[in-house]
């Protein structure tokens, strides 16, 4: 059974730090992508991050770099967020999603493509208070 399981979500304040994790199981971790998504109430879910652990490499849409980073630990099967700075627009819920890869090049559009992920977990609450 595949599972994605998020936490380390509450409430924090504005100029403040959080650090998400997701852990994964039931499929084999080095051949899937791992993405962060988020949606906030009344707004589309938009991509935070993701990182293709088939070679490491990690993307950000234009307006999160910066302020987030994203980490994999392949022996845990674990992905972390690592967000600074929150401001109350940070405020969702995130999501951690799966989609297999297979080796090859693709640009940061196909990751943060949410319709292409298999997998999703429960979702963490972000509350960032002003």
């Known amino acids: 059974e595949v599972q994605l399981v998020e936490s380390g979500g509450g409430l924090v304040q504005a100029g403040g730090s959080l650090r998400l994790s997701c852990v994964a199981s039931?499929?084999?971790?080095?051949?899937?992508?791992i993405g962060w998504f988020r949606q906030a109430p009344g707004k589309e879910r938009e991509a935070v991050s993701c990182?293709?652990?088939?070679?490491?490499?990690?993307y950000y849409p234009e307006p999160m770099k910066g302020r987030f980073t994203i980490a994999s630990d392949n022996a845990k099967n674990t992905v972390y967020l690592q967000m600074n700075n929150l401001n109350p627009e940070d405020t969702a819920v995130y999501y951690c999603a799966a989609r297999v890869v297979l080796p090859s090049h693709y640009s940061g559009a196909y990751y943060f493509n949410d319709e292409g992920y298999d997998y999703w977990g429960q979702g963490t609450q972000v509350t960032v208070s002003s």
């Open positions: 990182i293709d652990n088939n070679d490491g490499n990690a």
């Open positions: 039931g499929f084999t971790f080095d051949d899937y992508a």
